[in-house]
């Protein structure tokens, strides 16, 4: 069946295109764009007005920590929380048990994945077993449906495996997405290492344990002229390493995610103030739901990012979606696992930075679709005539409170929780069928 959809705002700087039109879905592709369509006789017209229309919403970062561990979350249930977030592609790490170290693992979930509301696609591990050492078959993995490979929850501490596996990426143009962190310098860090941790007595994680390892990763794609993707830069130094590489010639890109641009370490004593903004929340102290790795950083690390996104410094946002059920969340932060979801919260997080004029909706569209569609070659990133109808419905205005009836992973772990946002994905269409319905 056709579908109308009219008078919304369609942002879509593939096209350049933001203007307030009228969008044609036919046969699962996007048939025509313009003002004041007419409705081919059956079709369904979906009221846009006063709506933002784009592109399907695309991450690449996300645990949906299946198979093994369904208690926090699994293929179907992330699937529902991405799909009523607005994605309509994501993409899933390999830290699951099983880890996805092997061309059969990687073929389960390609299988799986089938019926799901949303498109999975997974990421292969970059090491055997995800023990940081001995090489996995890469080769293998990406001829069952591997679309890049990464150890992420920690680093790949054998340089020479790593190097190997630029080498291989860059003969195959497939990524390696690495989480940088100098494990020999964690030493039971539960926070940022600056003031807010001393403050509450609490080990801290030093900015330059990630630096360290971003700074080496970089030097072996230098060498290697691999694809290295650089997972969730939290630092302003960071984007320096990274804008440096660019500068430098390298494949090297990076993405931030959307707790870094407006949460800071504040967040984990309770004091919840997004950046740039003089509003305070309380909230618990400490919040083991603010307990992120990398962690949440300080304000000036926050606007370092935003300036690394608005240049061009950084490729994309993800949200690093990381459920974790309540028991692995104690207020000890010592023993609380590091990571809050993500695809339920990011539009919200982001359009508060489109509202105060920090963030442009056709730069916020273009990082969150058309680039990682183009530079992952993925599906979608575009509402082109004859392309395929994946697109989000954005109510920017739309306000609700976060909480466990609201959520639909099946985790709840957010700091943000209690808190009244404004922007929600209003429906999200895959391949010209809706998915979602607010």
């Given amino acids: 069946m056709a579908i109308v959809i009219r008078g919304g705002r369609i942002v879509d700087p593939s096209q350049g295109l933001d203007a307030v039109m009228d969008l044609l879905v036919d046969r699962g592709r996007i048939a025509e764009i313009g003002a004041m369509l007419n409705v081919p006789n059956g ?103 591997a679309v890049g490979f990464s150890d992420d929850g920690e680093s790949t501490r054998n340089s020479q495996a790593m190097r190997t596996a630029l080498e291989w990426s860059a003969g195959s143009g497939l990524p390696i997405m690495v989480h940088c962190e100098d494990w020999s310098l964690i030493n039971g860090g539960v926070m940022h290492e600056g003031a807010v941790s001393r403050e509450l007595g609490l080990s801290g994680l030093a900015a330059a344990a990630e630096e360290i390892i971003v700074s080496r990763d970089i030097e072996l794609s230098r060498i290697t002229g691999g694809w290295l993707h650089v997972l969730h830069v939290s630092t302003a130094r960071g984007r320096e390493l990274v804008r440096q590489a660019k500068l430098d010639g390298l494949n090297v890109t990076a993405e931030v995610m959307p707790h870094h641009l407006l949460l800071t370490d504040e967040w984990v004593a309770g004091r919840r103030r997004f950046v740039g903004s003089d509003t305070l929340f309380e909230g618990p102290c400490p919040d083991p739901n603010a307990k992120v790795n990398p962690p949440l950083r300080t304000e000036a690390d926050a606007e370092a990012l935003l300036a690394g996104l608005i240049d061009g410094t950084f490729d994309i946002l993800a949200t690093d979606h990381a459920p974790h059920a309540p028991a692995d969340k104690p207020v000890d932060l010592r023993r609380a696992a590091s990571g809050m979801i993500g695809f339920d919260v990011a539009l919200p997080l982001l359009l508060t930075l489109v509202r105060d004029g920090r963030l442009s909706m056709p730069l916020l569209v273009e990082l969150l679709s058309v680039r990682p569609a183009d530079r992952f070659h993925l599906p979608g990133g575009t509402l082109r005539p004859g392309s395929v109808a994946d697109v989000t419905i ?45």
């Fill in 43 to 145: 079709a369904e017209v979906v009221d846009a007005q006063g709506m933002v229309v784009t592109p399907g919403l695309i991450d690449v970062h996300a645990h949906l920590r299946d198979p093994g561990f369904p208690a926090k979350e699994t293929l179907e249930t992330g699937a529902r929380s991405a799909v009523q977030g607005g994605f309509t592609t994501i993409c899933c790490m390999p830290n699951t048990n099983p880890a996805l170290d092997r061309a059969e693992r990687i073929a389960d979930i390609v299988e799986r994945a089938r019926d799901l509301p949303v498109r999975v696609f997974p990421l292969g591990s970059i090491t055997v077993g995800r023990a940081l050492e001995d090489l996995a078959d890469l080769e293998a993995m990406a001829r069952a449906g």
């Fill in 394 to 438: 954005i109510d920017p205005d739309r306000e609700w409170t976060i909480d466990e009836s609201s959520i639909a992973s099946r985790s709840k772990n957010t700091p943000l929780l209690g808190m009244t946002l404004r922007g929600r994905a209003h429906l999200t269409m895959v391949e010209g069928k809706i998915r979602y319905r607010a």
